[in-house]
């Protein structure tokens, strides 16, 4: 996003211009869906959309805030952070998490813009998060690293806001790489890059269902997997050094099948399987093999319908209309489910016929036109300037 009519903006609102200013974008996962939570791996990318933060110290602790999307936001002062259920939660959340983990953070003028669609699936919160992290880095000179930013995005969002989220979007939104997947392994940290050429397209369709309107469920799937792994080890599947459900694989599944009620069963089936194919996805990729890694994405929508249920109409239908049309190599919801976005890995030369096609289908049945994104994986969260001598 060009930083410019944001100068602007900072300086009307706050009759000065910007010290430090800092952009972190939003995310898309190929594939290993509610695995990062269970301690599994995960195959996400940064996308073009991103949110862009400017700051200028204050000497009074305070912190104003205005969004060019949301408008003002009531200040607040960085010793007394309390939620209030918007936005500025978000905000507030990594001056918790910063001061919590020693750093020394002021008061702060602050100005965000955004054109990451919220409710999307697509990070905006982690965008946000991320990029107040880094934009406070930048002003104060933490000498923080991304994976600093990462973290404290994270843990704001988790114990200050209460979203008991996985890393799986901060880590994208801070560390994405142009032209690559980034394979995280949640439980180790380790993250390798794995190579998207330019002979396939990522394209993002927007079933217009805002993920916020269900936000109880992810709760409610995070707390069945942890019931479910439970159980796996009250009944002897799940051996004593065993974690999560990161630490179960297909052989297991018979025995689990037997040992749990039917739901959770399926949900960690869901688990277990759809962590595999994060290291299948990343080897068909490396490979060049489409079709193969198409054919994962069906695997992975199916699961995440039928045995996790966090699929809906729109988000099934975008799938089904895409996947019969030439170029597309397959389609999956991406992030959370309950709503939010699907993903097609399309070839190039049909993105476009594609796009159009998919709105066309799905207008036929929900009378109104899903908004079509297309884009490069991309450069996660960096520091756009900072005052001399940080
Ligand atoms: C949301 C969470 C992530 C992850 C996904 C599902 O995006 O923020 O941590 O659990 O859902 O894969």
Redesign the pocket.
């Known amino acids: 996003m060009e930083p410019e009519p944001q100068i602007q903006a900072f300086e009307s609102r706050y009759g000065r211009p910007p010290q430090a200013g800092a952009r972190a974008p939003g995310r898309v996962?190929l594939i290993g869906?509610?695995?990062?939570?269970n301690e599994g791996r995960?195959l996400p990318c940064a996308i073009d959309r991103e949110t862009l933060v400017l700051a200028a110290a204050r000497e009074d602790g305070r912190v104003r805030l205005v969004s060019r999307e949301e408008g003002e936001g009531r200040a607040f002062s960085g010793d007394a952070l309390a939620r209030r259920g918007d936005w500025t939660d978000y905000v507030q959340a990594v001056f918790f998490a910063l001061a919590e983990a020693g750093h020394r953070v002021g008061g702060a003028d602050l100005c965000v813009a955004s054109d990451v669609p919220t409710g999307s699936?697509l990070?905006s919160s982690?965008a946000l998060g991320v990029g107040v992290a880094t934009a406070l880095d930048a002003l104060f000179g933490l000498g923080l690293q991304p994976i600093d930013w990462a973290r404290a995005a994270h843990r704001g969002e988790s114990a200050f806001v209460g979203v008991g989220?996985?890393?799986?979007?901060q880590w994208a939104s801070a560390l994405g790489r142009p032209g690559a997947a980034l394979r995280i392994d949640c439980r180790t940290g380790e993250a390798s890059e794995v190579p998207i050429g330019g002979d396939l397209a990522l394209l993002v369709a927007h079933s217009g269902v805002r993920r916020e309107l269900a936000k109880g469920g992810?709760g409610d799937r995070r707390e069945e997997c942890f019931a479910a792994f439970r159980a796996a080890r009250e009944a002897g599947v799940a051996g004593p050094e065993a974690r999560a459900l990161r630490d179960l694989g297909e052989a297991d599944l018979p025995a689990l099948e037997r040992a749990l009620p039917d739901v959770l069963f399926r949900r960690a089936r869901h688990v277990i399987r759809d962590d595999a194919r994060v290291d299948r996805m990343a080897d068909a990729l490396r490979a060049g093999a489409l079709a193969a890694a198409g054919a994962l994405l069906l695997e992975g929508q199916a699961s995440l319908r039928d045995d996790f249920e966090v699929s809906t109409p729109e988000l099934d239908l975008l799938c089904e209309v895409a996947d019969g049309l030439p170029g597309v190599y397959g389609s999956r919801l991406t992030?959370?489910g309950f709503g939010g976005c699907t993903l097609h890995l399309v070839a190039p030369e049909a993105a476009a016929d594609v796009a159009v096609a998919i709105a066309d289908g799905f207008e036929r049945v929900f009378e109104r036109r899903p908004a079509m994104l297309e884009t490069p994986p991309s450069a996660g969260a960096s520091r756009l300037w900072e005052p001399k001598g940080n």
């Open positions: 996962n869906e509610h695995t990062d939570y995960v699936g990070s982690a989220c996985g890393i799986m979007d992810y992030g959370a």
